[in-house]
């Protein structure tokens, strides 16, 4: 029995019909169409899945949609907005935090959630904030040093 | 004529052009695309490692809801494929030889349907004893994993017997006799265990028929092998198979080679609707025939005592699994990473890659290497204490420099191998104090570079920008990105005005693809010579239009212009505009292999010469917990001579990268096999990936120097080399804590405490004199004459 759920993604309405057993993540990529958010793992092991809940970061694969009715999910096409790129994802690319890009999505959702929740975080705390995204290729310095410069920036406008 | 503005070229690194799409979320991966009418595939993979099939009945699957094909060995042609030796089919057909084999594959509405179909599949085995252990498969009577390995096609040079796949030897000299000579004998046992590429892309493929030609979408390193091998799998000419590559999340090596485009545009076929395979997290560890080698090293090592290595013997096992795939030149490869970057008078390697019912091995990120340097950069630091020497004074005094020979008569020129040394021990600070848990240890390495055939197209757009054409592959590390570079500077033209078209065999040309850390050292040689092609062309334009000789004329900042004169120009968008076909060509001649003098050497694959050899020299600074065995890497330096750096930004991520997965092999990843071959751990829980909060801080240094038989401006490889020496430095920091080296790779907290327990630790820190290990069947010792 497919039910009704409606899901606010990126400040757009989709009211969607949906197994009992359909993820947020394949609700959001094969019934929204929206395929930047991936799937690494189906296990909440990788963190590429990751999207904003009303603001949390949540690991997509390992939460039922109709757990998520009524909501307003933010996933990584919902980063950027008409003037353009955010600051943070202007950032991963100035210091070399995206190589394949694969594990970039559900990376730029945790970060913004951490600065958004700790506008100034030491180095310490964007290693731990981001240990749950899993990358292969940069070895997490581009995207350790990024979301430092973003918060250094952040810290810097706050002070002003 | 018209006066041209003057681009500027912005401040900073230079950003990849399929950047934006990446942080947007909008570019499309091979798993987020779809056709109209798409079904469904999902594989039925073997119910036992080693097994005898007796019958295959699909009937229920094929009546089940949604199904619309079922396939096996039956339904498509009798043809074996491989890289050097030709062992495999598509579908098992007489037997099963490791978890992974695809026995039948489904095509079906919805993926549930898919795998339920494939479940449902009815197989009757005779089950055969596993052959899991490749170490006892070298046992005369042992039961073979090939029966027929005789009848198979394969190149002659491998050396196959029975469970032998390949042998290969590297012998210089009379390494006997020198040995009987030698002042300090070390002898050591290694064992590695197998890992994985472990990608955070699981690989994807969507193939569609139209007439009698097909489209497949892949996440593959290697289109153009992978078109390859579905011609010579499906029986169709190469000109009817076109293989498109989506943005590409990750690879490692992993993705290197023909895997599973013909199984799912076989079922295309069939069902006459496009299909779609992705896999799952559980199948991108097993299914693959794609991990790293597990391995036994045995190293022994005569030197003199001044620091002399006078002879070097050493047997090594690699795993090879249950299938050749592109891995046959294993053994030639670990036969010359157990002789390493140094001078050593007299040698005596032999290496055997032996077939087993595990999962095959091929290449991941510098085969062969990581686990061979491992366990000789270890060896190495024993001959250094039994020598009483500083574990970098014996390198500075044996590591190969200009002029020197190497194992296979090589003679090296213009090698940075000992300025990556001294750069390693300053960046780390090498003999500073440091508490009684913390150490630094140090590795040094070397990797090949691979010349090959490779093409582009340049063509130039009526607005004066252009777009590279290449058959390359961009797997994310940048080569393919950052070929705008090489082509701006032929043409006088700033990067971001190319746009890059690659990864599809059907309009570029042929590319060996992102393997061998070959992109930017063939592809790019191509790239100036197409655009050193439209260079001319434009010259000539120019020539003409102002009337000057050509000779005089230069390319600066988007303009023609005649030297000395600036107000005589004519921009290249003008010289390109409507009407005007400006297209380059251009592949280049790959530098030829140097010369060796290997004549004793045998089972020999092209891995006896080195060319254009990258060096490396990487130390770790480590923190150990005795009570838990838990190692924690605080600092690292890595020091590289990858000859001239054309994109400081790609390099540096590669080695940021590359270390972090070394460590990662170092410390934590394993594929666990059970005694019958199966997978313990095929997941990111029970396989660990080092974490944003594990990466240490890594310092890198470039040694760059000019290399004969170099890569465009003087470049060599980059991406595979951060992995080699990684866990070899790792190793001797740990031994140096602990007092004695672990001898089992990875070097997990059980085992560190086990060696740690083993024994006291001799006051001055240096590994004992003892021998023994207290983990398992490895072991390092020595003998002082």
Partial sequence: MRHPITLTINGQVYPLEVDPHRSLLHAVRDDAGLTGTKEGCDDSECGACMVLVDGRPTNSCSYLAVQADGTSITTVEGLADDAGLSALQQAFLDHGGVQCGFCTPGMLVSATALLRRSPHPTTDEIRVALSGNLCRCTGYDGIVKAVAAVAGEAAATAET | ?785
């Fill in chain 2, 1 to 785: 004529m018209s006066r041209h503005a003057a681009p500027t070229v912005p401040p900073g690194p230079f950003i990849r052009p399929d950047g934006r799409e990446k942080v947007t979320g909008l570019g499309r991966y091979a798993a987020d695309l779809t056709a109209t009418g798409q079904l469904h595939a999902a594989f039925r993979y073997a119910d036992h490692p080693h097994a005898r099939i007796l019958e295959i009945d699909t009937a229920v699957a094929r009546a089940m809801p949604g199904v619309h094909a079922v396939l096996t060995h039956a339904d498509v042609p009798d043809v074996r494929y491989g890289g050097l030796a030709q062992d495999r089919r598509l579908f098992a057909k007489e037997k099963v030889r490791w978890e992974g084999d695809v026995v039948a594959a489904v095509a079906a509405r919805t993926p549930e349907q898919a795998r339920q179909a494939a479940a449902a599949i009815e197989v009757r085995y005779e089950v055969l004893e596993p052959r899991s252990d490749y170490v006892a498969n070298l046992l005369p009577g042992t039961p073979l994993v090939h029966e027929d390995w005789a009848s198979y096609e394969a190149d002659a040079n491998l050396g196959r017997h029975g469970n032998v796949l390949g042998r290969s030897t590297v012998v210089k000299g009379d390494a006997d006799s020198a040995m009987a000579t030698a002042d300090v004998v070390i002898r050591g046992r290694y064992v590695a265990e197998a890992c994985q590429g472990a990608p955070i892309e699981p690989r994807a493929i969507l193939a569609e028929w139209a007439g009698d030609g097909v489209t497949i979408w892949s996440s593959t390193q290697v289109p153009f092998a992978a078109r390859s091998g579905v011609a010579r799998a499906l029986e169709l000419p190469e000109s009817r198979v076109r293989v498109v590559v989506p943005l590409l999340g990750g690879g490692f090596g992993s993705k290197c080679d023909f895997h599973f485009e013909a199984h799912v545009a076989a079922l295309a076929r069939a069902t006459r609707r496009p299909v779609k395979l992705v896999f799952s997290r559980r199948e991108e560890f097993i299914a693959p025939d794609h991990r790293r080698e597990g391995m036994l090293i045995e190293l022994e090592t005569g030197a003199t005592r001044d620091g002399r290595l006078v002879a070097r013997r050493a047997r090594l096992v690699l795993d090879g699994g249950a299938y050749c795939g592109e891995g046959g030149f294993f053994a030639q490869m670990a036969a010359m990473h157990a002789c390493g970057p140094y001078v050593i008078e007299n040698v005596s390697v032999e290496a055997l890659l032996v077939y087993s019912t595990n999962q095959p091995s091929s290449s991941i990120r510098a085969p062969t290497a990581p686990q061979t340097c491992w366990a000789l950069e270890q060896h190495l630091d024993e001959v250094a204490a039994a020598l009483a020497l500083d574990p970098a004074e014996l390198r500075r005094r044996t590591l190969i420099e200009n002029g020197s020979v190497g194992p296979t008569g090589q003679v090296y020129e213009a090698i940075g191998a000992k300025q990556t040394l001294d750069a390693a021990l300053e960046m780390i600070g090498y003999g500073k104090e440091l508490p009684d848990d913390e150490a630094i240890g140090i590795a040094c390495g070397w990797w090949p570079s691979f010349a090959s055939p490779s093409g582009a197209y340049v063509k130039l757009n009526g607005d004066g920008t252009a777009t590279i054409v290449t058959g390359a592959l961009e797997s994310g590390t940048g080569a393919v990105m950052a070929l705008p570079l090489l082509a701006a500077e032929v043409l006088g033209m700033r990067p971001e005005d190319f746009s890059v078209r690659a990864q599809d065999t059907e309009t570029g040309p042929w590319d060996l693809g992102s393997t061998g850390s070959q992109t930017t050292f063939n592809n790019g040689r191509a790239v100036i010579a197409a655009a050193t092609e439209v260079r001319g062309q434009l010259l000539d334009l120019a020539a003409d239009q102002l009337e000057v000789d050509r000779a005089d004329l230069e390319l600066v900042d988007g303009v023609v212009r005649v030297v000395g004169a600036p107000g005589t120009q004519v921009t290249i968008a003008e010289l390109a505009g409507i009407g005007k076909v400006l297209i380059g060509k251009g592949s280049g001649r790959p530098p030829e292999s140097p010369p060796v003098d290997a004549s004793a050497c045998v089972g020999r694959l092209g891995m006896e010469s080195f060319l254009a050899p990258q060096l490396i020299t990487h130390a770790a600074h480590v923190k150990v917990d005795r009570d838990t065995g838990v190692v924690r890497v605080l600092r690292f330096a890595a020091a590289h001579d990858s000859g001239r750096i054309i994109n400081r930004i790609g390099a540096d991520g590669q080695v940021y990268g590359g270390v972090l997965m070394g460590i990662g092999q170092a410390l934590s990843e394993a594929t666990w096999f059970d005694p019958t071959g199966r997978q313990r751990n095929p997941g990111l829980l029970d396989y660990k990936l080092q974490t944003a909060s594990d990466a240490p801080p890594i310092d890198v240094r470039w040694i760059e120097i000019d290399t004969p038989g170099a890569g465009p401006k003087g470049s060599k490889g980059v991406g595979e080399p951060p992995s080699v020496p990684t866990p070899g430095a790792v190793g001797n920091a740990i031994a140096r804590v602990i007092g004695r080296h672990v001898a089992l790779l990875p070097m997990t907290p059980e085992r560190v405490w086990e060696a740690a327990q083993a024994d006291g630790r001799p006051p001055d820190g240096r590994p004992p004199d003892g021998h023994g290990q207290a983990d398992g069947d490895a072991t390092t010792g020595q003998a002082v004459r």
